[in-house]
């Protein structure tokens, strides 16, 4: 194991990213990105990726390295992180990001399920297409009923996985649930940002706001003509389907960003909800109180 990580996570627009630049400045570190659509190269601006200019002045690792429509998963990431350890032995890692399951995963919490081949995957894709979703779903309540159970018989991406993993693996998908990672640190600090809800409500809207303006619908509109893959987690970027339905003039723009802004309002509650009830060892400490928090632990 390595000696030490910290660990900051929190809803969208809580602050997470200032608070990890800003310890940065303070102690031997280096940022490492834990938000699962902001590894990829593509709609960087409707993820919020960091600026250029926050990338060169701050040391940031795993942002935007993933060519899409290349995968990136949780076992995937875990292999990135042990890397960018190693090569920086000196300096304690700093991860950020708002995708609980990753930041859980370095915590030893995930179950390890394999990286499963683009092969295996296409073809479970394969026969959703010819035989539709429907078919698939009773297929997997036939080989994995309680998981089946657990998802929506129209949720085709956690459909397409589940028969991947079984169909590669050979065991079913609640199998690799039942199995936990193991820790990669042997002492973590972990804390999540907690604003009070009419605050981080705010501070969603205005995000929103900036986002929300001609740079961004034309990385959309460009993605939709060139990059988009059917079935890739990036397409589920939040705002992503809301900015294409404007693009596409199903609606304009005041209503498109007010869908913008409750989309991501309901994608803080979910958010929230996960580090509540599964990141048990974290830390709910709110934003001015996080850098003293950690510097004294440190």
Not at 78 to 88: A, C, G, H, Q, S
Not at 165 to 183: A, D, P
Not at 213 to 221: K, L, R
Request: hydrophobic share 35%.
């Amino acid at each position: 194991m390595f000696p030490l990580a910290i660990l900051i996570g929190g809803p969208t627009a809580s602050g997470k990213s200032a608070l990890a630049f800003n310890i940065q400045k303070k102690i031997p570190s280096y940022v490492v990105n834990s938000d699962s659509m902001q590894v990829y190269d593509k709609l960087k601006k409707l993820t919020n990726s960091p600026s250029k200019e926050e990338l060169s002045n701050f040391n940031c690792k795993l942002y935007n390295f993933i060519k899409y429509p290349i995968y990136c998963d949780l076992g995937f990431w875990l292999k990135k992180v042990r890397f960018v350890v190693k090569k920086n032995p000196n300096k304690i890692p700093i991860f950020v990001g708002g995708t609980g399951l990753y930041l859980d995963g370095l915590n030893g919490q995930v179950s390890p399920i394999p990286d499963i081949p683009k092969k295996i995957i296409e073809s479970v894709e394969q026969i959703k297409k010819k035989k539709g979703n429907s078919y698939l779903y009773n297929k997997l309540i036939e080989l994995d009923h309680d998981y089946a159970l657990k998802i929506s018989a129209n949720d085709s991406q956690r459909i397409i996985r589940s028969m991947s993993v079984i169909l590669f693996t050979g065991k079913k998908i609640t199998y690799w649930h039942s199995i936990k990672t193991t820790k990669i640190f042997e002492k973590i600090i972990y804390i999540v940002v907690n604003r009070q809800r009419e605050e981080l409500y705010e501070r969603i809207n205005k995000r929103c706001s900036k986002i929300f303006n001609s740079e961004c619908i034309d990385e959309v509109s460009s993605f939709i003509k060139n990059d988009m893959i059917e079935h890739h987690p990036l397409n589920k970027a939040i705002g992503f389907k809301i900015i294409k339905s404007k693009i596409e003039g199903d609606i304009d723009d005041n209503i498109a960003l007010e869908k913008f802004k409750i989309e991501t309002r309901n994608y803080a509650k979910r958010q929230l909800t996960w580090f509540r009830n599964k990141s048990t060892e974290a830390n709910f400490l709110p934003y001015d109180k996080v850098e003293d928090f950690i510097l004294k632990k440190f």
